[in-house]
């Protein structure tokens, strides 16, 4: 029988785990996403149920969830099948610091805690703000970030917004937007053309190669490539759009721009 707050909440993506982690909730996870590292406890309390687009739905069913928290269109046919297995599923689809901290909102409503929530917006949107107001000064960067290598994709809206907050400039903000990574596809030659002074790469769960980038063909008249600018964050810092992209992850965007 469903309760309200939920009482057993399977999170497949990692925000979720986190949020409910800062939020004090997570005595209420039963399930997690093979991905989630943060905080750290999580990998010895959590019992792992599904990678990002593929789930043990047997295994979410017999853990009698209240409640199932997924994210975008690539969770949707593990989202189709637990709803026809009779489970409460809310899917989030936010691609911009907006759309994390009104998630985190969302959520605390969810699970009844909302002033809780409305503290952790509080605390992370004037932290994104300082650290804003302490690069404005700073003269831009002109900042490629790649988000995969083959094909090659460009960051996504919130990497987009974060690379400005932290003193740069996304070389293809426009293509950040698209919420699709079939819509943030860009060339070789495009990135030659807009001539990055750093690069920044979180390959989505492999480990980055610089060497790699700097060999390929055309690129040594990069200025980042040519300075050695190239850098990696984690992707469980910068491509989980929630707290972690506006800390620690922010924090490694200005250090790799700036450092």
Not at 106 to 120: N, P, Y
Not at 168 to 186: H, I, K, T
Request: aromatic residues 6%; glycine residues 8%; proline residues 7%.
């Amino acid at each position: 029988m469903p309760h309200y707050p939920p009482q057993r909440i399977v999170c497949l993506t990692e925000e979720t785990v986190e949020t409910l982690y800062r939020l004090g909730e997570q005595e209420r996870i039963v399930g997690v996403t093979g991905f989630a590292v943060r905080p750290p406890e999580v990998r010895r309390e959590k019992p792992r149920v599904g990678a990002f687009t593929t789930a043990d739905v047997p295994g979410i069913v017999a853990l009698e969830p209240d409640l199932v928290l997924t994210f975008s269109d690539l969770q949707a046919p593990i989202a189709e099948a637990l709803i026809r297995e009779g489970i409460a599923v809310h899917a989030f689809n936010q691609r911009s610091i907006a759309g994390i901290l009104a998630m985190i909102r969302t959520l605390g409503a969810l699970v009844g805690a909302s002033a809780k929530a409305e503290d952790l917006v509080e605390e992370l949107g004037a932290r994104v703000e300082r650290v804003r107001e302490q690069r404005r000064s700073s003269t831009p960067v002109r900042v490629y970030f790649e988000e995969w290598d083959d094909p090659m994709i460009t960051g996504i809206g919130w990497v987009s917004e974060l690379i400005g907050v932290a003193g740069g400039v996304d070389v293809f903000a426009e293509v950040g937007r698209e919420q699709g990574a079939q819509q943030r596809l860009v060339t070789s030659e495009a990135v030659i053309e807009a001539a990055p002074e750093v690069i920044v790469g979180s390959w989505c769960g492999k480990k980055l190669r610089p060497e790699r980038i700097a060999a390929r063909e055309g690129w040594v008249t990069i200025p980042a490539v040519a300075a050695d600018r190239i850098h990696e964050i984690k992707s469980p810092l910068i491509l989980q759009p929630g707290p972690a992209a506006l800390t620690d992850g922010l924090d490694a965007l200005v250090t790799a721009l700036h450092g």
